[in-house]
């Protein structure tokens, strides 16, 4: 790195930061004592060892009660079903992504000042998506409605992005949010989930069952809250997320990798056909999502904390094993599509022929990341670019497949 030719030249010095921000701070740790007394130098070293307070912060007091209000109303409506005798196997696939979706907008939309007119979108969609699913006919052997309830959450999801983002926020940083949100919440549902076991162990020792009880109320309410809370917490302290989920990305990503390569080939010597096993071919699919979700994770956490060498060619392998996956996917799809067109095949076609296109163009990134000195961030634009194209793709098969299919 020549930090010394290129001390005059912020974009430059920006690029190799970004690029890698570990290395890049020990070679400028090394030349600093030249550079000293010159005030770029001193800025990007007042950066470079700047320690951010390491205290929670709660916020103002008016926002703290607001996602309190959030998180008790997130439970209320997850507790509608007993609280007004709904049946459960009805409202919870139709409704499971209303009990936080809504309040995550409505949150970031009021955190953001948005104006009417993005509240009066975001509401629009919200009201018409609830009257739409509750009144698709009851019929859970129908296809489409089961389709329907699994997109809608995506959709519901594309909403939050469209509130999430203002000047500040982009698409991007939705990614980046919303991979700190997974580690953290995870991180509290364990905590939670252990003082849950040890309440109800406690109180059987003295005779008193409460695991019913229990889960049914302080379980249920205190799972649906904590999306809210994790998000706030998140938003008020980056810094509890900025150590924990690079180290995530490093470790999970190599693993996965040796995984995945390794189930390629016990699929090989099995007896498994995904072109006639419609289960394998199901669970095959499930685990192209969860491999696609890694490396979008990864490649977001790498790119803001600097990724080495090493770590941009495991994103590569794993994208081209990946790429792999999906062909066999995709192939196996086209090949059932020859027993007639069905509402499942056809979302399913849809949904793989995005993944790959976006798997290509992540891979051709990646290949220049690591071949070519080119930046991890363009993977991430890649990414940011196509969620409308998914957020479009999840709106045909929620609100169109049913009419196309006549709820079939």
């Keep these: 790195m020549n930090i010394s030719e290129h001390l005059q030249d912020p974009a430059y010095l920006e690029r190799l930061y970004r690029e890698n921000k570990g290395q890049f701070k020990k070679h400028f740790d090394e030349v600093y004592p030249e550079l000293k007394g010159q005030p770029i130098a001193d800025a990007w070293a007042v950066r470079l060892h700047y320690t951010p307070s390491e205290k929670i912060s709660w916020g103002s007091k008016r926002e703290l009660i607001l996602v309190i209000i959030g998180g008790l109303l997130a439970g209320f409506i997850a507790k509608l079903p007993q609280l007004f005798y709904i049946k459960e196997e009805f409202f919870y696939p139709r409704n499971f992504g209303f009990i936080v979706f809504p309040i995550l907008t409505a949150y970031f939309l009021w955190k953001h000042n948005a104006d009417v007119r993005r509240w009066a979108i975001a509401l629009a969609a919200m009201i018409v998506s609830i009257l739409y699913i509750?009144?698709?006919?009851?019929?859970?052997?129908?296809?489409?409605?089961?389709?329907?309830?699994?997109?809608?959450?995506l959709f519901l999801w594309a909403i939050l992005g469209y509130g999430f983002e203002n000047k500040k926020n982009n698409r991007v940083a939705y990614l980046r949010f919303n991979g700190d949100l997974i580690v953290m919440s995870t991180i509290i549902m364990i905590a939670g989930g252990l003082m849950s076991a040890i309440t109800i162990v406690l109180f059987n020792l003295i005779g008193f069952d409460i695991a019913e009880l229990y889960m049914e109320n302080i379980g249920l309410v205190g799972a649906s809250a904590v999306p809210i809370a994790t998000t706030y917490l998140v938003q008020k302290n980056p810094q509890l997320v900025d150590k924990v989920s690079p180290v995530i990305a490093r470790l999970f990503s190599p693993i996965v990798l040796v995984m995945l390569s390794i189930y390629l080939i016990a699929v090989l010597v099995s007896n498994k056909d995904p072109y006639n096993d419609r289960e394998f071919l199901l669970m095959f699919n499930i685990l192209l999502i969860g491999v696609l979700a890694i490396i979008f994770f990864s490649v977001s956490e790498m790119s803001r904390s600097g990724a080495s060498v090493f770590g941009r060619i495991v994103l590569f392998s794993l994208s081209m094993v990946t790429i792999i996956v999906n062909s066999v996917a995709l192939s196996a799809i086209i090949f059932r599509l020859q027993g007639g067109i069905t509402p499942n095949r056809l979302a399913v076609l849809g949904g793989n022929v995005l993944f790959l296109i976006v798997l290509i163009l992540i891979g051709l990134k990646l290949y220049k990341a690591v071949f070519k000195d080119g930046d991890l961030l363009e993977v991430d634009a890649v990414v940011s670019k196509f969620l409308p194209v998914f957020a479009v793709w999840t709106m045909v098969v929620t609100f169109l497949f049913p009419l196309l299919f006549k709820f079939n």
């Design 134 to 153: 509750n009144f698709l006919p009851n019929n859970n052997k129908s296809d489409t409605l089961i389709l329907a309830c699994i997109h809608l959450p």
